[in-house]
């Protein structure tokens, strides 16, 4: 079945890179998510990347996916305090004549002044 | 132009009974997706509909069922509520279906169900 699995929490300096990682387990997936969500603010679609691609940059957004290993990786250059938040991981795959998101749990990302 | 709406934004339901919770998306977006977030589960994806059809969902009981009008706005309906229920429920509007090859999904700001 599907699976999404992510760290729970990461401290890092303001100005240094970010690194959330995140493993699934259903290879069928046909994309992969990164959203955000910020107290009070919602939940923000921050980016996605077709199964098909290795990469996808933008902007400060750097997202590495890799499929033998089913890992997918955010890397957040330049780390602001506005990128506090929870980043949620998630997959989308076919079942049948559906597709179905799963998500996982939640990275926490404390950025430090 | 205005954001993705839910009314209402807060809740609260005795076990037992059922509700209905609305969203309307951003004009011209066909489809609306909807969300179940908890502290225990995590967020999980409902089901989302798209010209007034259901073309996916998630693993919830027929409990949890919905529906999408010729404007594109939305409802969920959850009958015989369980304490279990009590949750945020998100729902995102797009312009185009997700899994497409134009991903941009937008969120309301969710309605907070509470089930005493």
């Known amino acids: 079945g599907e699976d999404v699995e992510q760290s729970l929490f990461l401290s890092v300096r303001e100005g240094d890179s970010s690194v959330i990682n995140c493993t699934y387990t259903?290879?069928?997936?046909?994309?992969l998510y990164w959203y955000k969500q910020e107290p009070g603010a919602g939940l923000q679609l921050l980016t996605y990347i077709f199964s098909n691609m290795d990469m996808k940059q933008d902007q400060r957004l750097t997202v590495l996916l890799n499929k033998k290993d089913k890992h997918l990786s955010l890397r957040i250059a330049d780390t602001q305090t506005g990128d506090s938040a929870i980043y949620f991981c998630?997959?989308?795959?076919?079942?049948?004549?559906?597709?179905?998101?799963?998500f996982g749990i939640g990275t926490k990302l404390q950025v430090i002044p | 132009k205005a954001g993705v709406t839910q009314t209402p934004r807060y809740l609260i339901k005795t076990r037992g009974q059922q509700v209905t919770l609305s969203c309307s998306p951003i004009?011209?977006?066909?489809?609306v997706s909807w969300y179940q977030q908890t502290p225990g589960q995590g967020l999980q994806f409902l089901f989302e509909?798209?010209?007034?059809?259901?073309?996916n969902k998630g693993n919830f009981p027929g409990r949890f069922s919905g529906r999408q009008f010729s404007n594109s706005r939305s409802e969920m309906n959850v009958s015989t509520l369980e304490l279990g229920d009590s949750a945020l429920y998100l729902c995102?509007?797009?312009?185009?279906?997700?899994?497409?090859?134009?991903?941009?999904?937008?969120f309301g700001p969710g309605t907070r169900l509470l089930v005493l």
């Open positions: 004009s011209g977006h066909r489809s």
């Open positions: 995102a509007s797009s312009l185009v279906p997700s899994g497409g090859t134009q991903e941009t999904q937008y």
């Open positions: 509909y798209f010209s007034e059809t259901q073309r």
């Open positions: 259903d290879s069928s997936s046909t994309y």
């Open positions: 998630a997959e989308r795959v076919q079942i049948g004549g559906y597709q179905k998101v799963t």
